[in-house]
Nanobody
């Protein structure tokens, strides 16, 4: 019922910037947390950044370069990526955790490709 659609990926040169968006729709009970994850070819999916109502968390590899934010009015999650590096190349996925305890449900977007050239 809940759907997440990522957009904003593309090809960018090292040192450049990109902003990813995650549009949400459907019947969301209560947002527990939202975040961005990424997966490079031949590697496992890893956490990039997460946000709750009171905190944010970033992977050490992106601290100081990436910023996660949310526009509640537009039901959209963003990831501003600056000073991009070739190692940031991956498919980026939006994640939403809805509800708590036995009402907890998790949703994922289809992913958007980010390629950083050296």
């Amino acid at each position: 019922q809940v759907q997440l659609v990522e957009s904003g990926g593309g090809l960018v040169q090292a040192g450049g910037s990109l902003r990813l968006s995650c549009a949400t729709s459907g019947s969301i009970l209560s947002i527990n947390a939202m975040g961005w994850y990424r997966q490079a070819p031949g590697k496992q999916r890893e956490l990039v950044a997460t946000t709750t109502s009171s905190s944010t968390n970033y992977a050490d590899s992106v601290k100081g370069r990436f910023t996660i934010s949310r526009d509640n009015a537009k039901n959209t999650l963003y990831l501003q990526m600056n000073s991009l590096k070739p190692e940031d190349t991956a498919v980026y996925y939006c994640n939403l955790v809805d509800g708590y305890w036995y009402n907890r449900r998790e949703y994922w977007g289809q992913g958007t490709q980010v390629t950083v050239s050296s």
